[in-house]
């Protein structure tokens, strides 16, 4: 079984910066890549920013020059720093895990810009 633990969410004033957190965690035997999805109500689960085992990275062209995403391959945790952060930066954020067999996603975590 496999778990994914998020963290780092909540309001945040336009400008702003923000740090998510994903640990992965149980019967993982390899990992392909991790990433960052964001959904708002009504509208299609969108990519943020992936990383691959490899370290190579891709960006949603919205968020590219203002976020970071990072991985620590021995914590199997990674990580998204959101700078600059914009009010239509607000959805929810969903952690997603690619084992090559089978994809895993977080509970989500909500991440409000708002003044």
């Known amino acids: 079984q496999v778990q994914l633990v998020e963290s780092g969410g909540g309001l945040v004033q336009p400008g702003g910066s923000l740090r998510l957190s994903c640990a992965a965690s149980g019967s993982i035997f390899g990992i392909n890549a991790m990433g960052w999805y964001r959904q708002a109500p009504g509208k299609q689960r969108e990519l943020v920013a992936r990383?691959?085992?490899?370290?190579?990275?891709n960006y949603a062209d919205s968020v590219k020059g203002r976020f970071t995403i990072s991985r620590d391959n021995a914590k199997n945790t990674v990580y998204l720093q959101m700078n600059s952060l914009k009010p239509e930066d607000t959805d929810v954020y969903y952690c997603?895990?690619?084992?090559?067999?089978?994809?895993?996603w977080g509970q989500g975590t909500q991440v409000t810009v708002s003044s």
């Open positions: 990383i691959t085992s490899g370290g190579s990275t």
């Open positions: 997603n895990l690619d084992v090559y067999w089978r994809i895993y």
